[in-house]
Nanobody
Framework: VQLQASGGGLVQAGDSLRLSCAASGRPVSNYATGWFRQAPGKEREFVAAISSSGSNTYYKDSLKGRFSISRNNAKNTVYLQMNTLKPEDTAVYFC????????????????WGQGTQVTVSS
């Protein structure tokens, strides 16, 4: 499966963005999907994940309530809705997919998109 992340941009603190992760080659419904982010000089960190069916979601604790992950398997796309953005959310956001259950660990994911830049100004 190939993944294409999009939807990033430059926004002000308090704004919202919705990232999309479009899959091609294989149905995204075969895979659990996660979002990760990496800020300059920092390690890649888990943001959110969703099971292949969409029935289970998982979040980095500090992002619960602001970020929401969802999927539309008919459109072969997974989304990350980000609300009330803060400057510390600035990072490159990556989507990733794996067989089996969701995971918080980036090492568990087999397929990665190229990343989309999110910059939040204060």
């Amino acid at each position: 499966v190939q993944l294409q992340a999009s939807g990033g941009g430059l926004v002000q603190a308090g704004d919202s963005l919705r990232l999309s992760c479009a899959a091609s080659g294989r149905p995204v419904s075969n895979y659990a999907t996660g979002w990760f982010r990496q800020a300059p000089g920092k390690e890649r960190e888990f943001v959110a994940a969703i099971s292949s069916s969409g029935s289970n979601t998982y979040y980095k604790d500090s992002l619960k309530g602001r970020f929401s992950i969802s999927r539309n398997n008919a459109k072969n796309t997974v989304y990350l809705q980000m609300n009330t953005l803060k400057p510390e959310d600035t990072a490159v956001y990556f989507c990733a997919a794996k067989f089996g259950g969701s995971s918080y660990s980036s090492h568990s994911y087999d397929y990665w998109g190229q990343g989309t830049q999110v910059t939040v100004s204060s």
